[in-house]
């Protein structure tokens, strides 16, 4: 395997690791509240339902928000110097943590017409124009993974190929 395409297993390494759980985790959180048990969820738990006009629904508590639905948009939080979406993205679901809380952050999943590599070149080339280092790139299980700091923020993509001419993205930042 090319050089550069493993990843670390030290400190730098294990960060990303943890980055990637985290958008693992949001992507399903994402995808249970896309099959209805956000009502169930927020009934049971004191999380605020908000169903848009444009389709998308958010929920909120003390702790961040989620927003779900073909309606939804980038985070408030995100921060201006993070690379935006691929052109043409269809955004899935977004959400927040609250700096309250603990580590505080954002992500956004959604979906694209492109090829994988695009994808990945695209935020290599972005992140890089913003002052981002890539610490690492991985290849793995078909899924192309890029982590990368600035100060003391940290950013993962996860990009992975839905074998229809399109891609699914996830982007998480913890700021």
């Given at each position: 395997m090319p050089e550069g395409n493993t990843p670390s297993t030290s400190g730098s390494g294990n960060k990303m690791w943890?980055?990637?759980?985290?958008?693992?985790?949001?992507?399903?959180?994402?995808?249970?509240?896309?099959?209805?048990?956000?009502?169930?969820?927020?009934?049971?738990?004191?999380?605020?339902?908000?169903?848009?006009?444009?389709?998308?629904?958010?929920?909120?508590?003390?702790?961040g928000s989620v927003t779900v639905g073909s309606g939804a948009s980038m985070p408030s939080n995100w921060p201006s110097d993070a690379p935006a979406n691929f052109a043409g993205a269809n955004i899935v679901y977004s959400g927040t943590s609250n700096p309250q809380t603990g580590q505080t952050g954002s992500a956004v999943s959604y979906t694209v017409n492109a090829s994988a590599a695009s994808v990945a070149d695209y935020y290599k080339q972005q992140l890089a124009a913003q002052g981002w280092t890539i610490q690492s790139t991985a290849n793995m299980a078909g899924a192309t993974v890029v982590a990368a700091t600035k100060d003391t923020r940290t950013m993962g993509v996860y990009i992975t190929d839905t074998a229809d001419g399109n891609v699914s993205v996830v982007v998480g930042i913890e700021l």
């Amino acid at each position: 395997m090319p050089e550069g395409n493993t990843p670390s297993t030290s400190g730098s390494g294990n960060k990303m690791w943890y980055i990637i759980g985290g958008i693992v985790i949001l992507a399903l959180i994402g995808w249970f509240l896309m099959r209805g048990a956000g009502s169930l969820i927020g009934a049971a738990s004191g999380v605020d339902v908000d169903r848009g006009a444009n389709g998308a629904t958010t929920y909120s508590n003390e702790e961040g928000s989620v927003t779900v639905g073909s309606g939804a948009s980038m985070p408030s939080n995100w921060p201006s110097d993070a690379p935006a979406n691929f052109a043409g993205a269809n955004i899935v679901y977004s959400g927040t943590s609250n700096p309250q809380t603990g580590q505080t952050g954002s992500a956004v999943s959604y979906t694209v017409n492109a090829s994988a590599a695009s994808v990945a070149d695209y935020y290599k080339q972005q992140l890089a124009a913003q002052g981002w280092t890539i610490q690492s790139t991985a290849n793995m299980a078909g899924a192309t993974v890029v982590a990368a700091t600035k100060d003391t923020r940290t950013m993962g993509v996860y990009i992975t190929d839905t074998a229809d001419g399109n891609v699914s993205v996830v982007v998480g930042i913890e700021l």
